[in-house]
T-cell receptor
Framework: EPEVTQTPSHQVTQMGQEVILRCVPI?????FYWYRQILGQKVEFLVS????????KSEIFDDQFSVERPDGSNFTLKIRSTKLEDSAMYFC???????????FGDGTRLSIL | AQSVTQPDIHITVSEGASLELRCNYS??????LFWYVQSPGQGLQLLLK??????LVQGIKGFEAEFKRSQSSFNLRKPSVHWSDAAEYFC??????????????FGQGTTLQVKP
């Protein structure tokens, strides 16, 4: 069964540094998402992406965050200047349609020191 | 305010016992409803979904869920729990509406522990 893959599985970064989290969505999917889960808290929506543009973003997704689909397969989340509070598990997801179930990757654990 | 509530943060059941995990939502129109499971160190796996039609839906791993419009609930059930069911369970919704982007709104999650 096709899977969403995320790399790296764990990223440790100094505060203030830039970090790029990578995702390869399922190949025939058109809708892409990033979520995050701070330790012990619920999964929170960050951003949705369709037709090469952001379709919705949450309040969390401020100017420090950006997403890109640089080629036909990758979907990246960039945090420009990381803060301690960015430490979380970041999940990528994709779906065929906006109302269809989303398939999640195993996540990237981001640790900011 | 629009929300998804899972009243039980932590539940412990004995192996072989039945299970019900509660989920309530607060939206004007019935949203699309989902249950996901997260095992330690893993991503979120879809258990089942409800869009419309039959209010009792069957999912993977022997799980089912019943949609009750009058109670704004979508509770997850399993007749006989296995030790491998120990995990975190999330109820989630995609609100209906124009400009729907598919954004999933999650509940806080319920941690299921299974006793031998």
């Amino acid at each position: 069964e096709p899977e969403v893959t995320q790399t790296p599985s764990h990223q440790v970064t100094q505060m203030g540094q830039e970090v790029i989290l990578r995702c390869v969505p399922i190949s025939n999917h058109l809708y892409f998402y990033w979520y995050r889960q701070i330790l012990g808290q619920k999964v929170e929506f960050l951003v949705s992406f369709y037709n090469n543009e952001i379709s919705e973003k949450s309040e969390i997704f401020d100017d420090q965050f950006s997403v890109e689909r640089p080629d036909g397969s990758n979907f990246t989340l960039k945090i420009r200047s990381t803060k301690l509070e960015d430490s979380a598990m970041y999940f990528c997801a994709s779906s065929e349609e906006s109302n269809q179930p989303q398939h999640f990757g195993d996540g990237t654990r981001l640790s900011i020191l | 305010a629009q929300s998804v509530t899972q009243p039980d943060i932590h539940i412990t059941v004995s192996e072989g016992a039945s299970l019900e995990l509660r989920c309530n939502y607060s939206y004007g129109a019935t949203p699309y409803l989902f249950w996901y499971v997260q095992s330690p160190g893993q991503g979120l796996q879809l258990l089942l979904k409800y869009f419309s039609g039959d209010t009792l839906v069957q999912g993977i791993k022997g799980f089912e869920a019943e949609f009750k419009r009058s109670q704004s609930s979508f509770n997850l059930r399993k007749p006989s729990v296995h030790w491998s069911d120990a995990a975190e369970y999330f109820c989630a919704v995609v609100p209906h509406g124009s400009g729907n982007t598919g954004k999933l709104i999650f509940g806080q999650g319920t941690t299921l522990q299974v006793k031998p």
